[in-house]
Structures are given as structure tokens and as C-alpha cells.
């Protein structure tokens, strides 16, 4: 997938967390994984689409006691999502790929979690899907789809909503310093302040 995944770890316990594993082996991601000598906790989403999830049983079968952690609306939708993209991307028009399990919702850990010694915040950001979450590590933010450098592909059909899709951006741009570095799900880092175009 051309989506963007991420592998952070603690530089002093070499424990991490990957955030949007998608494609379909986790080859790179374990390839860095064992490379480093890093143990895998979590694997987050920021939201319910395939080209963020797919990588997600593949990483589960290499690192069993690892843990997925995503919104509720995400777990939800996930079934809903089982054929998207892939009749663009795969051979097999029957394709159909279902995360494995969800673990924790964000709801569960009251949208907050220590980790390591960081702190991890989800954001519920629905408007690009339901599910969609930011996810704030320490000073960094994961923006998933709903911080881009350019405006998502919004489908109404499962419950995306472009009003709520600016009112979430919205909401981010306003509670982080406007030099907050971005890491989008798709395309290349900036900082928050950029974000402001896809409000309008
Ligand atoms: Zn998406």
C-alpha cells in the first residue's frame, strides 16, 4: 500500500509500538524490528481503512503477545472494511482480509496511556471514516488520514462526513503548537500549522 507506516521505539528499554502496519507481510517492519533488537507492545490504528490495517496479522502471527489498540468505531467498521482497496490491489477478486483481533479500544484506556515513560494520547477524529484517532506520543502526532498534506478521499458511503472531517482538523490545529511535527498517513511530515488548508 502506499500509505505510510510507523515504527517508534524507546531508545532506552527498546520496547515499540507500529502505527498503521499495511502491507500485507510486515516484511520491512519486521525486517527493522529484529535489526534494532526491539520488542513490539502495540500495534495501533488511526483508523478502520485496509491500507492502514493490513500489515496488522502478519506482525500478530511474528509477535503474538503484542496488542492492537484502536477506537471502537474502528473495531467496528474493520469487518465492513474487509474488501476495500483490494480489488484494486490484489489478483483475487474474493480477497478478503479481516484483522485478526482488537485488544484494547481507546475507549477502554479512557483515550490516554503510559507507555515506557511516554505519554500516548488518542484523539477521536471522525470525519475521513468513524474511527478515525490522532494519536499524540509525547510531542509528536500521528495524523493518520485526517492530517495530510492535501485533502483526504472522503466516502460517504461508510459513514465519512467532510463537515466533521474539517471540524476535526480544526480541533487539532487549535489544541497543538502550530510547530507541532506531523507525521500524515499518507505523503510527507510537516508541522501543524500546515494542516490549516484543509480546513477550507
Ligand atoms: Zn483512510
Not at 471514516?129 to 494519536?135: F, H, K, Q, R, Y
Not at 495530510?148 to 462526513?161: D, H, L, Q
Not at 505523503?187 to 490549516?196: C, R
Request: aromatic letters at 12%; one cysteine or more.
Amino acid at each position: 500500500m502506499t500509505s505510510n507506516c510507523y515504527v517508534v521505539y524507546d531508545e532506552d528499554t527498546l520496547r515499540c509500538l507500529v502505527i498503521d502496519p499495511a502491507s500485507e507481510k510486515s516484511l520491512r517492519e519486521i525486517e527493522y524490528i529484529e535489526k534494532n533488537g526491539l520488542t513490539l507492545d502495540y500495534i495501533l490504528l488511526t483508523h478502520e481503512h485496509t491500507d492502514h490495517t493490513w500489515g496488522v496479522n502478519a506482525l500478530l502471527g511474528k509477535y503474538p503477545s503484542s496488542k492492537v489498540i484502536c477506537s471502537e468505531l474502528c473495531k467496528e467498521a474493520l469487518p465492513r472494511e474487509a474488501k476495500a482497496y483490494f480489488q484494486f490491489y490484489y489478483d483475487d477478486p474474493d480477497y478478503i482480509y479481516n484483522v485478526e483481533r482488537v485488544d484494547v479500544t481507546t475507549e477502554e484506556l479512557n483515550w490516554h496511556m503510559e507507555w515506557v515513560g511516554h505519554s500516548i494520547k488518542f484523539i477521536a477524529t471522525p470525519g475521513h471514516s468513524p474511527g478515525s484517532v490522532c494519536i499524540a506520543i509525547d510531542t509528536m502526532v500521528f495524523g493518520g488520514d485526517t492530517l495530510m498534506p492535501f485533502k483526504p478521499f472522503i466516502k460517504k458511503r461508510n459513514g465519512g462526513s467532510v463537515e466533521q472531517f474539517q471540524e476535526s482538523v480544526k480541533q487539532m490545529v487549535e489544541a497543538f503548537p502550530a510547530d507541532t511535527i506531523v507525521y500524515p498517513g499518507h505523503g510527507e511530515s510537516g508541522q501543524m500549522k500546515d494542516y490549516n488548508n484543509n480546513i477550507k
